[in-house]
């Protein structure tokens, strides 16, 4: 029997420590920890990774705090449109959905697509459609509204066009701090508007891995547009040869470069390790584009990898029934 891990990611970004209050800081902790602590459970009690996985990134998407479900970014027209997908290692079979509307959870819809479809990708109306017919949990739109995510898009949509979550949460803090002569004042990440993405990677007793990765997109967005994320093999991939990935970052860069499948590709051909594969393409694949963020994965072999090319990254992991161990700094 294996020894399970679970190991998950709320966002990277420009993230400093006077950014955050002690408060903020320890708000975080707590929530990535109960977070790890559920899906923990579901490992150590005989659990599969794709339940793990599920769970994690449910839960992720039902916190505020971060731009997945509850609390995502808005787009140009003031809508929400979001994302997610999901990968199970073991039978490489993955499901995705994009731009759906009025979904609580888009992972547990991209997993309906997976295991109720014949499909691997479904978007938009015919993506919320389906979720409708599986029951899943249906939600008015307003459900993800939060006053801090409209008070970034209205700063956004009025001075600068379109940003990436981090940027226009880095924007709203520097016009905040101009406002009250604030003179040297850093460019972190506001605590209350996370880059971009959450995801989970976990590894079973079984030995097999999963993926999951859901988002609620770039604030301003234009309608209609989709990232890496729901992309299998860019922001979501799980193969129990290599290992399992999940991104978060500068989207159209992780879908140009295939970042996700980056990794496992350098693993199965090159024989990198996870960590060497995983430094490769964070480190210097993805910059060379000017693509920034991170990958979290775990391979068969238990090893868990956290890279990140920014200064921070939301994440944490836990293994077997070991204390959950988070992190936000580098």
Request: with cysteine; aromatic share 6%; charged share 20%.
């Amino acid at each position: 029997m294996n020894t399970p891990v679970i190991a998950i990611h709320g966002g990277a970004g420009t993230i400093t420590r006077s950014a955050l209050s002690e408060a903020d800081e320890a708000n975080y902790h707590r929530e990535l920890k109960a977070i790890l602590t559920s899906a923990q459970a579901v490992l150590t009690a005989g659990g599969s990774a794709l339940d793990a996985v599920t769970e994690a990134v449910r839960l992720l998407e039902d916190c505020p705090l971060f731009n997945a479900g509850k609390g995502a970014v808005y787009t140009r027209a003031g809508t929400h449109e979001l994302d997610a997908a999901i990968m199970d290692g073991a039978t490489l079979k993955a499901g995705a959905v994009a731009n759906v509307t009025c979904v609580r959870n888009p992972v547990v819809a991209a997993r309906a697509v997976m295991e109720k479809s014949a499909h691997v990708l479904l978007a938009g109306c015919g993506a919320d459609a389906f979720a409708r017919q599986q029951g899943l949990d249906i939600v008015d739109p307003t459900y993800y509204q939060t006053e801090a995510r409209h008070q970034q898009w209205l700063r956004v949509r009025e001075q600068s066009g379109m940003m990436l979550d981090h940027d226009a949460a880095s924007f709203t803090f520097k016009e905040s701090a101009h406002s009250a002569g604030l003179a040297g004042a850093v460019d972190p990440i506001d605590p209350d508007n996370k880059f971009g993405t959450v995801g989970a990677v976990a590894l079973d007793m079984h030995g097999n891995v999963a993926a999951a990765t859901s988002t609620g997109g770039i604030t301003n967005k234009q309608v209609g547009r989709v990232g890496d994320t729901p992309l299998i093999g860019a922001g979501c991939y799980a193969a129990n040869a290599t290992a399992a990935i999940s991104a978060t970052g500068t989207g159209e860069v992780f879908m140009r470069t295939v970042a996700a499948y980056d990794v496992a590709a350098r693993m199965a051909y090159a024989g990198a390790t996870l960590q060497e594969a995983m430094e490769q393409v964070v480190m210097d694949v993805l910059p060379a584009y000017e693509g920034r963020g991170g990958l979290i994965a775990v391979d068969a072999d238990g090893n868990v990898a956290l890279t990140f090319n920014t200064e921070g990254m939301y994440r944490g992991y836990a293994r077997g029934g070991d204390t959950p161990v988070t992190a936000i700094y580098k």
